[in-house]
């Protein structure tokens, strides 16, 4: 209790600082403050229609320190609480309008059926209830375990908003109300800012649009020194762009919704140097090179006055423009070299060695201070309430003597409260040095699980279940959890659960939650009794807990199904049921059986009416799965083939990789969320007959999700083009219907047809690969893609969900075998008197201890590489501790089968396959 106690009274200090009435607590500013729920009701009309507003009630408190008519504290938690009334409505009661939003929201899906979720990502169930469902005696409360909830990356800004236009603002706006939602990056049309600042300080146009990348990849150039991709920028969008953010700043401030500014980081137009020569100005870009590889960049260091005043012009420009909320971005050069400025520091340490115990105070570095302090009255000359958030991904890995000196310098130079780090390791970089906790600085503690807006199923939520509960446990510093995914619209539980951490000091039991997810989530209200279609989905889901959510399948980047695969040496070969080559770890006959039962789910409820959005959406995205991972393996089949010398082999096995990728692109087509047609026709909307037709818009879409690095058309005349791969070849891959046929598909064509053999005699000889046509090949597929702006393609679904993936599901059934039946883990079914004579040990180590042969057994059974186990057990021998000198009670985990031999006392498993072990 006292250490939430603390908690809360740093949320106040916040509060107090910035001037808004606990505004840290209450997720929003003085008009959110105001006592007035009318923007909460106007948001349920918006998302259910104006007849459901009549259902609801709405309060706020009198004070945001009531907590929901238990009491007035000061460290009352924000909370909100729902009640059935005797005129058959819901009164909503809350603190402030993020928990009443959030609190709505909370109604809508556990007692109404009603998803509101990612356009992209699974879509909604937005269908009011025929008969709103009451909430019971005693109704519901509940509290906030932290007071802020985090959603945004600046990434996700280039790879899923970058062609909003308001409407999908508005949608994305109330999205994150109802999710409770109330902080989060307001960096829309930030150039605009920048073009009006360095104009003053003797920049032309042409050098600041030059600067500037092009519309899909403005992330990158404003802190990333990767400048002039795809430049110059039109200056009909900046224009546009500023309009727009006034507008999504009007949406969220209204419902309790904080937009955290962008404040000047440093980086300016590298002509800078030609009207400030003896200024500290380094030049150089992402890699920390000199060229203009990937642009050049000016780096201000923080310590020079020419920073300060840019600052200063940046901020109050802003600010007349925009407002504030107080909270402001700023976090440097952040890619590996020298956070925060690029010449004034030290490289970032290398050590990722967790200190156990350090100097004790930690002694801040009094150069660091420096910049910091430079970079700390670049905003608050002109804000003085300002909060900094900065990102933790520029500090990953500081946990070092060296690291601690830098981050207490920043600790000691901003005043308490007003810098708040935000942690985007899942395994807490608050943990440092025996849980540092960035030194007291209030935390956010977020989740960063994808990178590119990949959108494969991963993500490991046995993870979440630790956030926020450790960190209040350790007595840390945290204010909030959340989300900083790189791209959203994928994996929607995976998010749905992350943003409710903010709510349960103690983690949501993830059998239970999964069990009640598919219930609500394709409108099964009341349970599946008697519903069709209904346990199907919920034995599903928990298939998709046990070998997706339950492990870290896939990273942070997925590449699963997209990847260029050629030249591995491993090989995955139907009819094995193994992990698809080295990039995932999951069951691919329980995943076929997974998406054959959602499929069973959908065809129930058709015969019914039209299936949910959320339905159709699960059944594509798990069928993708599937056919994704047997590209996977296809790929490594010819590659298999190839290292064999086998060219009839390889051509065949490249066949069925062609004819599966068509089908894969197939079945993408029947789901809005699986579409190219939409990215490029919300590209091409924001075209100008000024400065920027549609192609333009285009080029840079199809670009961003294929090449990554947009290649003009005049480089097509350059020979040297065709010779490598661009830069981030894919990293923004998708699965798209579209982008599978004309992107995927050519590449993977090219090396197929550059199979042939040295002695040009059919299917013997030596099967070789030219590599400098296969670059060629390749490059001019790839800009053949992004440059042709002719081909249109569609912006609505087409085929029937179940009826293809019914058929696609029956056509690589064969493709993928049940694994045998596992080893009975028990001493009566072990072999008696066998121990294998070999040393070759599956995880590297010798004998361990374990109760028996069954512990032994399913020891090896959860162990990578495990294919046998022996156990001996010696009556004679006092103690059940397994020692190198008696070998009682040991368990071996062996890698390979060399033979066994006879041993008294042994048992082991000498038959078992490696594929039933795993």
Known sequence: ???????????????????????????????????????????????????????????????????????????????????????????????????????????????????????????????????????????????????????????????????????????????????????????????????????????????????????????????????????????????????????????????????????????????????????????????????????????????????????????????????????????????????????????????????????????????????????????????????????????????????????????????????????????????????????GAPFIWTTLHNMGGNDGLKGDMRMLQHMPSDALAAGASIIGTGATPEGIDQNPPYYEYAYDTAWHAEAQPLEQWFAEYPVRRYGFLGGCEGKPGCDEATTAWGILLDQVYHSEAGGWHDNTGVEWGWGLTASWVYGSDAPAGSLKTMNMSAMAQAWSLLVSTAAALEKSGPIPETLNYDVVNVGREVLAQLTSAAVLNVTRAVGDNDLAAATKAGGVLVELLDDLDTLLGCDTAFLLGPWIADARAWANASDAPAEYYEWQARSQVSTWWPVPESATKDPATFTSMPRLDTYANKHWNGLIKDFYTPRHQCYLDQLHTASGSGSTGAVTIDQKN???????????????????????????????????????????????????????????GVKLSNTDYADGNGPRTTAGPSECCELCASTANCQHWSFNIDPSIPGKVCHWATLTYCCWLHATNKGPVAAAGWTSDVGVSATAMQ
């Open 1 to 439: 209790k006292i250490r939430r106690y603390r908690m809360w009274c740093v949320v106040a200090a916040i509060a107090a600082v910035t001037g808004v009435s606990s505004a840290a607590r209450a997720g929003g500013v003085a008009a959110a403050d105001a006592r007035d729920p009318s923007a909460a009701a106007s948001l349920i009309g918006r998302v259910l229609g104006s007849s459901a507003v009549s259902h609801f009630e709405l309060r706020l408190t009198a004070s945001v320190n009531d907590s929901c008519g238990e009491g007035s504290s000061a460290a009352a938690a924000p909370c909100f609480a729902l009640e059935d009334t005797p005129q058959g409505t819901l009164r909503v009661t809350a603190t402030s309008m993020s928990e009443l939003t959030y609190g709505i929201g909370y109604y809508l899906r556990f007692h109404c059926g009603v998803t509101v979720g990612w356009p992209r990502g699974g879509g909604g169930r937005t269908v009011a209830p025929a008969v709103w469902p009451a909430v019971g005696t005693g109704g519901v409360t509940l509290h906030r375990a932290v007071p802020l909830s985090w959603e945004d990356n600046v990434c996700t800004h280039s790879y899923s908003y970058a062609w909003y236009d308001a409407e999908a603002w508005r949608q994305h706006v109330d999205w994150m109300a109802l999710a409770g939602i109330n902080r989060f990056y307001a960096v829309t049309g930030q150039e605009e800012i920048q073009y009006k600042a360095f104009r003053k300080f003797n920049l032309t146009d042409l050098q600041i649009r030059s600067f500037f990348n092009g519309p899909a990849f403005l992330t990158w150039s404003r802190g990333q020194s990767m400048q002039s991709v795809g430049s110059p920028l039109p200056r009909s969008w900046m224009q546009a762009q500023w309009s727009l953010q006034k507008e999504i700043l009007a949406m969220a401030r209204p419902l309790g919704i904080v937009g955290v500014l962008p404040a000047f980081q440093g980086n300016m137009p590298p002509e800078i140097k030609w009207s400030y020569p003896n200024a500290n100005i380094s030049v150089g870009n992402w890699d920390g090179k000199a060229d203009d590889a990937d642009g050049v960049c000016a780096w201000v260091a923080g310590t020079d006055p020419l920073f300060g005043q840019v600052a200063d012009e940046w901020m109050q420009i802003m600010i007349a423009d925009w407002g504030t909320d107080h909270w402001y971005q700023c976090d440097g050069f952040f890619t590996g070299l020298a956070p925060p400025w690029y010449d004034t520091a030290p490289t970032k340490p290398q050590t990722q060695v967790m200190l156990e115990a350090m100097e004790d105070p930690v002694q801040p570095d009094p150069e660091w201070a420096k910049v910091w302090k430079g970079a700390w009255g670049g905003m608050a000359r002109t804000d003085p309430q300002a909060v900094w958030l900065y990102q933790g991904w520029a500090i990953r890995g500081w946990n070092d003597a060296a690291g601690m000196s830098r981050l207490r310098a920043l600790y000691d130079t901003v005043p308490h409260g007003q810098w708040v780090p935000l942690d985007m390791d899942i395994s807490g970089i608050w943990r440092y040095s025996n849980n540092y906790s960035f030194f």
């Open 774 to 832: 296969l670059t060629k090949c390749v490059v001019t597929a790839e800009l053949a893609f992004t440059l042709d702006t002719a081909k249109v393609y569609p912006t609505k679904p087409s085929g029937d969900t179940v009826a293809v993936s019914t058929r696609l599901a029956a056509k690589y059934a064969g493709f993928i075998v049940p694994p045998p039946p596992p080893p009975v883990c028990d001493a009566a079914h072990a072999h008696a």
